[in-house]
């Protein structure tokens, strides 16, 4: 089986990216599956495009996609994600769109092709942090969510926390949930080993 895993590079003002750090350290093989992984910018207009080459290139079996949730404390995979682009704060292009959809006539929404809630459940019951989540945002995450929820490839969104080195603050990370006041805060280095291990277990698990 042969498994595509995407994080993002960092945005905004901060020079980390938990999902991006995440993917890099991912081994190419898990339990028998071989894995591809890329970084994809935190853009609305190439990322999609930059996905779209992605799956064309590899043609996986399946498809992970990691972004960071910098209110959240546990790791969430997207049972669902929405046609619309509504951004808080400009992407890397500079580009901020409010209230536009991502497909002109498109679903409103669309689930996940992976079981949001059985992966979830997988995670629970090995001791991470996990809770399924039915709101993925409006920034970047939910944008590449929606075009992957899209592709004939059974495709799983899933946010991880916004963790930054030496457990600073995230400067930026969240964007999918705006309203909190303060995101959550981590230790990098041993959060970044169990983040690995938890996607190493969905991917075993696929």
Known sequence: MHILVTGFEPF??????ASGAVVSALPANVAGRRLSTAILPVSFDRSGETLCALLAEHRPDALI??????????????AMAVNEDHARIPDNDGAQPRAETIISNGPLSLPSGLDA??????LAAAGFAAQVS????????????????????PALFI??????????EPGVGRETDPRLASPA???AKGDLQQLCAAVELVVANL
């Open 117 to 122: 809630q059985r992966i979830t459940a997988l």
């Open 185 to 187: 805060t981590h230790d």
């Open 12 to 17: 905004g003002t901060d020079d980390f990216n």
């Open 159 to 168: 946010h991880v926390p916004a963790l930054r080195p030496d457990g600073g």
């Open 65 to 78: 996609c990691l972004g960071e949730a910098g209110g959240r404390a546990a790791i969430t995979p997207e």
């Open 134 to 153: 039915e709101d993925a945002g409006s920034f970047v995450c939910n944008h590449v969510a929606y075009l992957a929820y899209g592709q004939p490839v």
